[in-house]
Nanobody, 114 residues
Framework: VQLQASGGGLVQTGGSLRLSCAAS????????MNWYRQAPGKQREFVAR???????RYPDSVKGRFTISRDNAKNTVYLHMNTVKPEDTAVYSC?????????WGQGTQVTVSS
């Protein structure tokens, strides 16, 4: 199982960014996919989830601003980040749970300037 996140960078407050996570080594279409983030000195935080049927879940901190989507033909999950805030600054990682364990990508840094 491999998860490769990309698309991070520096963005101004109020701006937008799209993260991608390319997956391989498992049946992507049959797995729930998640995005998490971790800011310096803070615990990892759940950001978004997309189920195999396309339904989604978000915490209140990003609801209405972030959108998770998936392209099963490309084995890729996306995180569309809109109206970003300085508190969104973190390393963003994609995740899936398979065969009784979690798998994580290497993460991509998102920095929001005020």
């Amino acid at each position: 199982v491999q998860l490769q996140a990309s698309g991070g960078g520096l963005v101004q407050t109020g701006g937008s960014l799209r993260l991608s996570c390319a997956a391989s080594g498992f049946n992507f279409a049959r797995n729930v996919m998640n995005w998490y983030r971790q800011a310096p000195g803070k615990q990892r935080e759940f950001v978004a989830r997309i189920f195999t049927g396309g339904s989604t879940r978000y915490p209140d901190s990003v609801k209405g601003r972030f959108t998770i989507s998936r392209d099963n033909a490309k084995n890729t999950v996306y995180l569309h980040m809109n109206t970003v805030k300085p508190e969104d600054t973190a390393v963003y990682s994609c995740n899936t749970y398979l065969n009784a364990r979690d798998y994580w990508g290497q993460g991509t840094q998102v920095t929001v300037s005020s």
